[in-house]
């Protein structure tokens, strides 16, 4: 295995671990409320409320990792050897990373928030990563 394909696999080994983490969080916060029921999040939490942001942090990313996760794992199979694509991968990542602190932090309303701009450099590098797929299937 070379360099390039390591630096992908560690990346997108540490994303699932990210996403662990975000499920731990969301569950746990979630299950300590008063009369917590397994399944459901109080309609009337909005962002002031931890337990929302971590229950929306998880639920964001998992809408998220569909178009991730099949762009990296089919580039897995066809054995995509780009430098770019694995900096694609680490970008992605660390925007995910940023984008959980900040919405784990950060309670606001505001449209965009802090963590809108990280959520965008995560799609960006998520068609960074499609588009370098596309070519190599041409």
Same mark, same amino acid.
């Given at each position: 295995?070379?360099?390039?394909?390591?630096?992908?696999?560690i990346a997108f080994y540490? $994303?699932?671990?990210?996403?662990?983490?975000?499920?731990?969080?969301?569950?746990?916060? +979630?299950? +300590?409320?008063?009369?917590?029921?397994?399944? +459901?999040?109080?309609?009337?939490?909005?962002?002031?409320?931890?337990?929302?942001r971590a229950h929306r942090?998880?639920? *964001? %990313?998992?809408?998220?990792?569909?178009?991730?996760?099949?762009?990296?794992?089919?580039?897995?199979?066809?054995?995509?050897?780009?430098?770019?694509?694995?900096?694609?991968?680490? %970008?992605?990542?660390?925007?995910?990373?940023?984008?959980?602190?900040? $919405?784990y932090t950060v309670a %606001?309303? +505001? *449209?965009?928030?802090?963590?809108? $701009?990280?959520?965008?450099?995560?799609?960006?590098?998520?068609?960074?990563?499609?588009?370098?797929?596309?070519?190599?299937?041409?």
């Amino acid at each position: 295995m070379n360099d390039v394909a390591y630096t992908g696999y560690i990346a997108f080994y540490l $994303y699932l671990v990210m996403l662990l983490i975000q499920w731990v969080v969301a569950t746990f916060s +979630k299950s +300590k409320q008063p009369d917590a029921v397994p399944g +459901k999040i109080d309609e009337n939490l909005s962002h002031d409320s931890f337990v929302f942001r971590a229950h929306r942090t998880f639920h *964001n %990313t998992l809408e998220n990792s569909a178009l991730f996760a099949g762009t990296v794992l089919l580039a897995f199979v066809l054995n995509v050897q780009s430098p770019i694509f694995a900096i694609g991968i680490w %970008t992605y990542l660390l925007a995910r990373i940023v984008h959980m602190v900040l $919405y784990y932090t950060v309670a %606001t309303e +505001k *449209n965009p928030s802090p963590r809108t $701009y990280f959520f965008l450099i995560g799609v960006a590098a998520n068609v960074v990563m499609l588009v370098i797929l596309g070519l190599g299937l041409i």
